[in-house]
């Protein structure tokens, strides 16, 4: 199973950002997707995630300006960030709850590799 994240970038503040990231690979059913981040000195941190079947969780610091929304056809979440903040500057990780097989109903943590969000003042 890969995630294969993209995305990032330099932008202003009160600016817009929209990630995207993929799943590909073997995969028999997803559960929970989502995006964590971690900025320079700190640790990692949620920041929101969707399960399979739509429902959300928010960071209290992102609430009310980031959405994130999922295409299960896809299997690709899509976090869209909007009226970002300096203190948004971070690596984001995306992260999904995958099955590989019928045969192996165990779901395993998967993390594709990070990008970089950079709001400047």
């Known amino acids: 199973v890969q995630l294969q994240a993209s995305g990032g970038g330099l932008v202003q503040s009160g600016g817009s950002l929209r990630l995207s990231c993929a799943a590909s690979?073997?995969?028999?059913?997803?559960?929970?997707m989502g995006w964590y981040r971690q900025a320079p000195g700190k640790q990692r941190e949620l920041v929101a995630v969707?399960?399979?079947?739509?429902?959300?969780n928010y960071a209290d610091s992102v609430k009310g300006r980031f959405t994130i929304s999922r295409d299960n056809a896809k299997n690709t979440v899509y976090p869209q960030m909007n009226s970002l903040k300096p203190e948004d500057t971070a690596v984001y990780y995306c992260?999904?709850?995958?099955?590989?097989?019928?045969?192996?109903?165990?779901?395993?943590?998967?993390w594709g590799q990070g990008t970089q969000v950079t709001v400047s003042s």
């Open positions: 690979g073997s995969i028999f059913s997803i559960n929970a």
């Open positions: 992260n999904a709850e995958v099955r590989p097989s019928i045969i192996r109903p165990a779901y395993g943590d998967y």
């Open positions: 969707v399960s399979s079947t739509g429902s959300t």
